[in-house]
T-cell receptor
C-alpha cells in the first residue's frame, strides 16, 4: 500500500513568486492535514480537511496560503506571493475516519526555500 | 502560555542501555499523547499512543508512561540499538480534535556501538 506522497520534495523560489505543493494521502483516508516546521521550531498544524471540506484552518498563517482538496482526494497548498519567512518543511498527513486519537501517517515533506 | 518541553540537548547512550526521553507540558489537558520517530529528511512515523486514563503502554522494546498529574510522559527504549538513533517527538491530542497534533520540538537520540 502506498503511503502519503508529497511533491515536490524540494522547491527553491524567489520572494514574490508562487509555489504549489501537492499531497496525495493514503487511499481511503478521509482526513488530510497540513503541518509545517520552520527553522529551529516545532512542527505546527496548518489545517485539516475531512474529505473535501475544511474542518479546521486555524493554523493557516495568513491569506497568502490557500489549501484545496479536490474531490476529497489529493490536496494542494499554494503560497502566493511567497515571503522569506515561509521557508521551512511542509508536511502532509492523513488518517482514516475519526476513531479517537488514531495515528497520523505523514509524508516525507516538501522543503521550501524562499530566497 | 501553553508549552510542550522535550530535552533540547541530544541524548547519547551506549548500545544495549535503556534510553529515557521526557515530555513535559503545561496548561494542557490532552485526551491522548503520541510519540513519533523522525529521521533526517523524512516525515514523522507513529510509534505509540497512550490515553489520558492509561498509565503505561508497551510495544516490543518501547514503553510509554503518562502522568496527567505531573503533566509528563516518559518514553523508554530498552536494549537500545544504533538503529534507534533518530529524533523522537511527543505530540498532544485533544478529545474531538481529530489529529490536530501539538508537537514538542523533539529530542535527538544517538545510540553508540
Amino acid at each position: 500500500e502506498a503511503g502519503v506522497t508529497q511533491f515536490p520534495s524540494h522547491s527553491v523560489i524567489e520572494k514574490g513568486q508562487t509555489v504549489t505543493l501537492r499531497c496525495d494521502p493514503i487511499s481511503g483516508h478521509d482526513n488530510l492535514y497540513w503541518y509545517r516546521r520552520v527553522m529551529g521550531k516545532e512542527i505546527k498544524f496548518l489545517l485539516h480537511f475531512v474529505k473535501e471540506s475544511k474542518q479546521d484552518e486555524s493554523g493557516m498563517p495568513n491569506n497568502r496560503f490557500l489549501a484545496e482538496r479536490t474531490g476529497g482526494t489529493y490536496s494542494t497548498l499554494k503560497v502566493q506571493p511567497a515571503e522569506l519567512e515561509d521557508s521551512g518543511v511542509y508536511f502532509c498527513a492523513s488518517s482514516p475516519a475519526y476513531r479517537g486519537g488514531t495515528e497520523a501517517f505523514f509524508g516525507q515533506g516538501t522543503r521550501l526555500t524562499v530566497v | 502560555s501553553q508549552k510542550i518541553e522535550q530535552n533540547s540537548e541530544a541524548l547519547n547512550i551506549q548500545e544495549g542501555k535503556t534510553a529515557t526521553l521526557t515530555c513535559n507540558y503545561t496548561n494542557y489537558s490532552p485526551a491522548y499523547l503520541q510519540w513519533y520517530r523522525q529521521d533526517p529528511g523524512r516525515g514523522p512515523v507513529f510509534l505509540l499512543l497512550i490515553r489520558e486514563n492509561e498509565k503505561e503502554k508497551r510495544k516490543e522494546r518501547l514503553k510509554v508512561t503518562f502522568d496527567t498529574t505531573l503533566k509528563q510522559s516518559l518514553f523508554h527504549i530498552t536494549a537500545s540499538q544504533p538503529a534507534d538513533s533518530a529524533t523522537y517527538l511527543c505530540a498532544l491530542l485533544f478529545s474531538g480534535g481529530y489529529n490536530k497534533l501539538i508537537f514538542g520540538a523533539g529530542t535527538r537520540l544517538a545510540v553508540h556501538p
